[in-house]
């Protein structure tokens, strides 16, 4: 059977290029980065710091900003709690927006718990922020603000320079979270007044279990308590033995992704179209989720009216695609990123989130879309309620009662 994997705001297959890379890290320059003793340790702590040096060269910060995690999890984390513990005397108020990844969500939470106070801004129907919402939930309390550069489930992408001058003026510390814009758009710490920025390498063709969290060093100085504790690696921000081999992945991915940054985020968003267009132009009552234009280029998501989005996907078994985020796919429970946006339960529940990546192909995207058509009407040929909708009656209006 014919398998498409377009899933890649989950996870992306590693590139070739990337494993050619990391394979002599695992058992030709096998060192501790940390061990300054001998050639071993030498040679794998020449390829961190070159690594450093790449991903730093992406976001136009300098290598000494560049602190290594374990992924976007732990980078989000040792933002949000880091500051907050850091600048506690300052001022205990952070704010987020309702839509974000819920590594940014459950921190924030975990700190209301322990005295904090957090304001969640919500978004508008598209997923934008509102820029005066934030300019007023801002006090002079206020220690940082976390919003996220694209959204993982609805594609909007924030004005994060906007947003980055608001926190400048007021002298609050910025946070981003970019694992959904890092290597597939421009991002300049600098210019977007970008204090921390949390990326992760298995989102861009690199391996699982690694990620960087910039940290300003200069104006202002950005200090950040460690989450982890045990040795000071990462001049103290990160303690623990450094992954190599997934820190040249890392440096791997980063370098071919800026690379292709001028050619590669046009051929994903031509194809994203194709495929919208595609299943819009063939069916009805069907909704784009997220922001029209202003979207990261590998993102489409969209509600199939009259349709269960697990009976979409149970339909077309040999297309991996997403009904929420990854990470909370496990509930049954309606997507609160749409919930966020203002979409019914009806529609949330018959969402889908189709995600483009590199090998990805035009023959990819006009089978799935066939496919995506062909499964609807199949679906909707056995929904009453779809039926009654064609007679013209409103859903909305009608009242239901049990016999």
Not at 119 to 146: C, F, N, R, Y
Not at 249 to 268: D, H, Q, T, V
Request: hydrophobic residues 40%; proline residues 4%.
């Amino acid at each position: 059977m014919r398998r498409i994997y377009l899933d890649n705001n989950a996870t992306t297959q590693v590139d070739p290029r990337v494993l050619e890379a990391m394979l002599p890290f695992f058992c030709d320059k096998f060192g501790n980065a940390a061990s300054r003793n001998h050639a071993f340790g030498w040679e794998a702590e020449q390829a961190v710091e070159a690594a450093r040096e790449q991903i730093a060269s992406l976001i136009g910060a300098d290598a000494k900003e560049i602190v290594f995690t374990s992924g976007a999890t732990e980078g989000n984390n040792t933002a949000i709690k880091g500051v907050a513990a850091m600048y506690a005397e300052r001022g205990k108020h952070i704010i987020t927006q309702a839509t974000e990844h819920k590594a940014v969500l459950d921190p924030c939470h975990w700190l209301a718990e322990q005295g904090y106070r957090v304001t969640v801004l919500p978004v508008d129907a598209k997923g934008m922020v509102d820029l005066e919402q934030l300019k007023q939930a801002m006090t002079p309390d206020t220690i940082l603000v976390s919003i996220m550069h694209g959204n993982n489930e609805i594609g909007t992408v924030q004005p994060i320079a906007e947003i980055g001058r608001l926190c400048k003026e007021r002298e609050v510390l910025f946070h981003t979270d970019c694992c959904q814009t890092f290597g597939k758009l421009p991002i300049n710490v600098e210019e977007m007044g970008i204090d921390l920025l949390t990326c992760s390498a298995h989102k861009i063709h690199g391996p699982k279990g690694v990620g960087a969290l910039y940290v300003r060093r200069k104006r202002p100085r950005v200090r950040c308590a460690p989450v982890l504790h045990g040795g000071g690696h990462e001049r103290g921000v990160r303690s623990g033995t450094l992954n190599v081999p997934g820190i040249v992945g890392l440096a791997k991915a980063a370098e071919i992704s800026g690379r292709e940054m001028e050619s590669e985020p046009a051929r994903l968003a031509a194809l994203r179209d194709r495929l919208k267009d595609a299943i819009i132009s063939k069916l009805d009552a069907v909704h784009l989720n997220g922001h029209p234009t202003l979207r990261t280029p590998t993102n489409l998501n969209l509600s199939f009216a009259y349709v269960e989005g697990e009976s979409l996907m149970m339909g077309m078994p040999e297309v991996a695609v997403s009904s929420g985020s990854a990470c909370t796919s496990a509930s049954l429970e309606p997507s609160y990123v749409l919930r966020a946006i203002g979409v019914g339960d009806d529609l949330a529940h018959g969402s889908i989130r189709f995600s483009l990546g590199r090998f990805n192909t035009a023959d990819e995207v006009d089978y799935v879309a066939e496919r995506v058509v062909a499964t609807v009407r199949k679906l909707r040929e056995m929904s009453p309620l779809y039926e009654i909708a064609q007679e013209g009656v409103d859903l909305k209006a009608v009242e239901w009662t049990r016999e």
